[in-house]
């Protein structure tokens, strides 16, 4: 489901705020004209004049368009936040425990080379584990 204005809101938008952008590029059809709604105010003017393997924007398809446009959206996705990130981090942390804890009960012989690697991934682990615990012991508040 999207998310923001519906199609009919933006559109109308976009023929408030450029009524002869609107009327110069109705003939877009539909589709288009809510491409072209959802790119930010500065950059519709740039983006109608963008060409896509040398068609314009009135010769592209919706795809070519959706490419095309792609240079003027705004960067997608959210700011992760410090917390966010810590959040993750302990759900993998835990993860990876419940993960050992079930190797260790169904881990049967294991070649040399296999114990080997398994036993640096280990002591790696382990090194930054304890790292990561005293720089966040250091800066608790």
């Given at each position: 489901?999207?998310?923001?204005?519906?199609?009919?809101?933006r559109?109308?938008?976009?023929?408030?705020?450029?009524?002869?952008?609107?009327?110069?590029?109705?003939?877009?059809?539909?589709?288009?004209?809510?491409?072209?709604?959802?790119?930010?105010?500065?950059?519709?003017?740039?983006?109608?004049?963008?060409?896509?393997?040398?068609?314009?924007?009135?010769?592209?398809?919706?795809?070519?368009?959706?490419?095309?446009?792609?240079?003027?959206?705004?960067?997608?996705?959210?700011?992760?936040?410090?917390?966010?990130?810590?959040?993750g981090?302990?759900?993998?942390?835990?993860?990876?425990?419940?993960?050992?804890?079930?190797?260790?009960?169904?881990?049967?012989?294991?070649?040399?080379?296999?114990?080997?690697?398994?036993?640096?991934?280990?002591?790696?682990?382990?090194?930054?584990?304890?790292?990561?615990?005293?720089?966040?012991?250091?800066t608790?508040?």
């Open positions: 489901m999207r998310t923001g204005a519906s199609w009919n809101a559109v109308f938008r976009l023929s408030a705020e450029s009524p002869s952008l609107f009327l110069r590029f109705k003939s877009l059809g539909p589709s288009k004209l809510y491409q072209i709604a959802k790119l930010p105010r500065a950059k519709r003017a740039a983006a109608l004049r963008a060409r896509h393997e040398g068609k314009s924007v009135p010769e592209m398809s919706d795809a070519q368009l959706h490419i095309a446009l792609a240079a003027f959206r705004p960067p997608a996705g959210r700011k992760v936040t410090p917390r966010m990130r810590a959040h981090l302990r759900m993998r942390i835990r993860a990876m425990r419940s993960d050992l804890r079930a190797a260790r009960r169904t881990l049967g012989p294991l070649p040399p080379d296999a114990l080997s690697l398994l036993s640096i991934d280990l002591t790696a682990l382990a090194t930054e584990s304890t790292s990561l615990r005293r720089e966040i012991s250091r608790k508040p």
